[in-house]
């Protein structure tokens, strides 16, 4: 069974461009997370989506958005992009059935984005 | 929010030597999973821990659950190269609440 596939694994933008980030879960899987990593900050929880609907949203600006297609892949969007927006971001599926919450992620290799 | 802290940051041990990491919650958790994100890899599953007081182990890991449900520890007996790496710990605090994962602790093993 393929993993989770994140595209691309690098990115360099500049100062206010916007960059989207694109997830494809594991086959079955319906829910998908999205993480920011940074060194001094650790795994910050971006958002949660299931069947296509944000189940839950983390302490980020509007600036990130994400949303989930009917085939359970996932994208994210960052607008407006600034310095501190550089870091590894993840993305995690899980089968995500109503019922059973207290599922293991499985996450991808993660896109490095990096702004100049 | 849940805010959940681990100790220590980093740890530095000689190849042989035991090793824990604490994880430490505001708020009562649904449930405890552990990740390993070994250096310049994405983390990785090791296990769960859903019941008060519940201990389980993985060979040379010892995974624990508070008796409250608001702090959990690793433990690794005789820690090998292999072991290098960030452990993470992450729960939600009920439903279908979000994972809140905790700093991590980033173990480097001298041999």
């Known amino acids: 069974k393929a993993g989770v596939t994140q595209t691309p694994r690098y990115l360099i933008k500049t100062r206010g461009q916007q960059v989207t980030l694109s997830c494809s879960p594991i086959s079955g899987h319906r829910s998908v997370s999205w993480y920011q990593q940074t060194p001094g900050q650790g795994l910050q929880f971006l958002f949660e989506y299931f069947s296509e609907t944000q189940r839950n949203k983390g302490n980020f600006p509007g600036r990130f958005s994400g949303r989930q297609f009917s085939n359970s892949r996932s994208e994210m969007n960052v607008s407006t992009l600034e310095l501190g927006d550089s870091a590894l971001y993840l993305c995690a599926s899980s089968p995500g059935q109503t019922g059973t919450s207290n599922q293991p992620q499985h996450f991808g290799d993660g896109t490095r984005l990096s702004i100049l | 929010g849940q805010q959940v802290m681990q100790i220590p940051q980093y740890q530095h041990v000689q190849e042989g030597e035991d090793f824990t990491t604490y994880c430490n919650s505001s708020t009562t958790l649904s449930n405890i999973q552990w990740y390993k994100q070994r250096p310049g890899g994405h983390p990785v599953f090791l296990i769960q821990?859903?019941?008060?007081?519940e201990v389980k182990k993985q060979k040379r890991l010892t995974f624990q659950f508070g008796e409250a449900k608001k702090n959990s520890s690793l433990h690794i007996t005789a820690t090998q190269t292999t072991d290098v790496g960030t452990y993470f710990c992450a729960g939600r605090a009920g439903g279908y609440q979000k994972v809140t994962f905790g700093t991590g602790t980033k173990l480097q093993v001298i041999p």
């Open positions: 821990l859903v019941k008060s007081g």
